[in-house]
């Protein structure tokens, strides 16, 4: 009996196996209970640390931000003034084109003239000598002309009536001569109480005034007596007799004022029918 009894005893006295399974499989769950709240503390202390370097970066962000806005509105103003500089360039630069442009039209329109000039004188067969004559000619010609006109012009005279050409000394007055517009008579006047014979007219010198140029006369003409008084030399004297027109009165025009005379002439219309001359008028007394 015994011998079958032993057995059994330690079958029973043995520690079974699925204790020491069951201690291991519990020592690895806590091992991975222990991992896990080391991984979870791990990643809570990393998310911290990864939100304090995102805060971080937005804040270098904004900063760069704002730099960048000051920056754009910097380039902004600059801009704007390098605009208005351009604009005020370019509207100078418009004006010198068009001022450049009238001066090549200008000088295209001479050119054009003096080339037309020269090809007329070309087509003539004009030598130089010929062309030099022609501008000597022509100077002459012109000198001549404005020499005449500066010793014969027309003045108002002393009643408001435009005169005819006046001479200013005998050169002009034979120029008047041949003209042949009016009568003229020249006369040199001493002072005298009695009257001198001027044309169809008579004259009295009263008074001179050398250093002035100045006189006074009377006229006697259709038995009435015309006083003119203080007239200057070089002035129309004018003054009307029978049968004259209202617009064309008697002329008398002194040249030199002495210290007791007066020298000049006097013009009378062509419808006054006096067609005496200068030299068949009486000489002065």
Do not use: C
């Not at 937005?58 to 801009?79: F, H, P, V």
């Not at 605009?83 to 001066?103: C, G, I």
């Not at 005169?163 to 008579?185: C, M, P, Q, V, W």
């Not at 049968?243 to 007791?260: H, M």
């Amino acid at each position: 009996m015994s011998e079958f009894l032993e057995p059994n005893t330690e079958t029973s006295a043995a520690t079974p196996r699925w204790v020491g399974l069951a201690i291991a499989v519990l020592g690895g769950v806590s091992l991975i209970g222990v991992g896990l709240g080391v991984t979870a503390w791990n990643a809570s202390k990393n998310d911290q640390s990864t939100q304090a370097s995102l805060k971080q970066q937005n804040d270098a962000l904004a900063q760069r931000l704002a730099k960048a806005e000051d920056q754009n509105q910097q380039l902004q103003s600059d801009l704007k003034v390098v605009t208005d500089k351009l604009n005020v360039t370019q509207e100078d630069l418009q004006k010198a084109r068009q001022q450049t442009k009238a001066s090549v039209a200008a000088y295209g329109k001479k050119l054009s003239g003096f080339e037309s000039n020269v090809n007329t004188q070309l087509a003539g067969k004009a030598s130089t000598e010929d062309v030099n004559k022609l501008g000597t000619d022509v100077s002459g010609v012109k000198n001549d002309l404005d020499e005449t006109k500066s010793k014969l012009e027309r003045a108002t005279g002393d009643m408001g009536v435009m005169s005819g050409l006046i001479a200013h000394n005998h050169e002009d007055l034979e120029e008047l001569k041949r003209k042949g517009d009016r009568n003229y008579f020249e006369f040199t006047i001493q002072k005298s109480k009695t009257p001198q014979h001027v044309g169809p007219v008579m004259v009295s010198l009263n008074k001179t005034d050398a250093k002035r140029s100045k006189y006074t006369i009377t006229v006697l003409a259709d038995d009435k007596s015309i006083e003119k008084k203080d007239k200057t030399a070089g002035e129309p004297v004018q003054f009307y007799v029978k049968g004259t027109a209202r617009y064309s009165p008697y002329e008398l025009v002194v040249f030199d004022v002495g210290k007791n005379q007066i020298n000049g002439y006097l013009s009378t219309p062509k419808s006054a029918g006096a067609a005496t001359s200068a030299s068949n008028a009486p000489a002065a007394q």
